[in-house]
């Protein structure tokens, strides 16, 4: 059986200490989608935007403990080699490190995960520190909060003003020194994203965070072109998956319609 990437092999891929190369992570939602990247990806986020992706709604704050441990269950039983991390959904955790640890433990009992993820800076670095204590990884996700979509009023880049900008280096060495074993920064301007991984010890894994980061990570839907509502700058297409299933769709419509399909291959008979 393959070995997981733990915490420990994550922590030590911070570029800025050696010469390897970027931690590769990617959003995945199914059994599906993880068997087939399986031997491609170091860490694999189980990440709440399946609220959109594939439920359907406007913003993530819809998606329940109970999806994410379905979703996140399914992605493990199909892996063997990633470090898997579940995201912990809007309302689990915000309230006390009680709470946290209530809804942190029974993900991470429940589907076989490594890690969670919380999003949230300074004022959550007593959380962090509380899971981390109890034997719960956190990684922490800083930068654009998707959660925080409401009061945000939208999904906007973080960071451009100085003051903004110091506020994402101080949140950033908060929930490092609290404990977090890497964090997401999301849609930053490249210099902001590159002065967080500088300053902080742990490897930061960019999403609009810019080339410096120790890591990168996209939305497997994004990337096949699978989800068609939004498109953030930061996303690159590195396929149009979804053109492939409208093609094959269309295929076998017209099959059925023109009678081609069941073929004699596609049947049994009483005598063979
Ligand atoms: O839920 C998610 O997909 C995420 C990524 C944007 C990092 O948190």
Redesign the pocket.
């Known amino acids: 059986m393959d070995k997981r990437l733990t915490v420990r092999d994550i922590r030590k891929k911070k570029l800025i200490n050696n010469d390897q190369e970027p931690i590769v992570s990617l ?1 995945c939602y199914t059994a599906q989608m993880a068997r087939l990247v399986n031997d491609h990806i170091d860490v694999i ?1 189980v ?4 609220g959109m992706t594939i439920y359907g709604y406007s913003n ?1 704050l819809s998606v329940t403990l109970d999806m994410m441990i379905n979703h996140g269950a399914a992605v493990v039983r199909s892996t063997t080699k990633p470090h898997i991390v579940i ?1 912990m959904p809007f309302g689990s955790y915000e309230e006390s490190p009680e709470q946290a640890f209530r809804s942190a433990s029974k993900i991470i009992r429940d589907t076989g995960a490594q890690s969670v ?1 919380l ?1 949230g800076g300074e004022e959550f670095a007593d959380t962090i520190l509380f899971l981390t204590q109890r034997g719960i990884p956190v990684m922490g ?1 800083i930068g654009l909060m ?1 959660q925080r979509i409401q009061t945000l009023g939208g999904f906007f880049t973080q960071g451009k003003t100085d003051k903004e900008s110091n506020k994402l280096l101080n949140d950033a060495k908060t929930i490092s020194e609290a404990g977090a074993f890497s964090m ?1 920064v ?1 849609a930053v301007p490249e210099e902001v994203g590159t002065n967080i991984t500088k300053n902080v010890k742990v490897p930061t894994i960019g ?1 609009g965070g810019g080339r410096n980061c120790d890591g990168q ?1 996209l ?1 497997s839907h994004d990337i096949l072109n699978l989800y068609g509502e939004f498109t953030p700058k930061f996303v690159k297409k590195y396929g149009k998956i979804d053109e492939n299933i409208v093609a094959a769709i269309k295929n076998y419509s017209q099959e059925v319609k023109n009678k081609k399909f069941p073929s004699e291959n596609n049947i049994f008979l009483i005598n063979k």
């Open positions: 959003v986020l990440g709440d935007s399946l993530t995201d993820k999003e996700h998707p997401v999301e999403i990570i939305v």
